[in-house]
Each structure stands twice: as C-alpha cells, then as structure tokens.
C-alpha cells in the first residue's frame, strides 16, 4: 500500500519560511512524478511545484523563485523550501505522486492523474 505522510506546516509571518515534507513508502515504481498542490477556502486546488525521477524540477509562476523542490531517495522523502511567503500562499498543502512515462514525459498535468495523495498539510501566512 502506497502511503505519503506530510509534515512542516504552519503558521508564520509574511516574509518567513517553512519546509514541508513527504515521506514516501510502499511505492516501487523507480519512474515517477511527485507534485504539490494547494487549495485555498473556496478556490480551486492548484498545482505548484513538481519534480520527477532524475531529479528535474519546474514550477508554477506565482511561486518560481521562492519555492524549492528536492529529494532525498535514500529516506524517499520529498522537501519543498518555502521562502519569503505571502497571505496569497495561505492553502492546504497535498502532496501527490504518479508514475511517469519512459520518455517524454515532463510529469505536466492536472490532480486528476495524480495516484496517490497525502493527508494535507495547512500553511498559513499572516501579513
């Protein structure tokens, strides 16, 4: 059974910082793709930042430059670096996992393809 437990969320000053974490378990695929995503109170969930097997990253605009994705295999954990936030970063954290395709595949798409999902975390950002 595929498992992610999220942790490292809470509440801080605009301009702080937090690291969330995902520990990954049961999970054999070596190729794949793991995704955060974020929903706010009456806003539609939005993906942010993901990284995929070899270690490549990409980003969403509104947080390119202040988030960071980074994996450490040997403990399957997934971390992403939060700097400098903003009240607009206020949301419930996922993190979520797939499989990826052998080639060509540069882990895009919606939650929708997204297999397996953590409990949330919640971030909060005061001004």
């Known amino acids: 059974q595929v498992q992610l437990v999220e942790s490292g969320g809470g509440s801080v000053q605009s301009g702080g910082s937090l690291r969330l974490s995902c520990v990954v378990s049961g999970y054999t695929n070596s190729n794949y793709c793991m995704r955060w995503f974020r929903q706010a109170p009456g806003k539609e969930r939005e993906g942010g930042a993901v990284i995929d097997s070899d270690g490549r990253t990409a980003y969403a605009e509104s947080v390119r430059g202040r988030f960071t994705l980074s994996q450490d295999n040997a403990k399957n954990t997934l971390y992403l670096e939060m700097d400098d936030l903003k009240p607009e970063d206020t949301a419930m954290y996922y993190c979520?996992?797939?499989?990826?395709?052998?080639?060509?595949?540069?882990?895009?798409?919606?939650?929708?393809?997204?297999?397996?999902w953590g409990q949330g975390t919640q971030v909060t950002v005061s001004s």
């Open positions: 979520a996992a797939r499989g990826r395709r052998p080639i060509h595949d540069y882990c895009a798409g919606s939650s929708a393809v997204y297999q397996y």
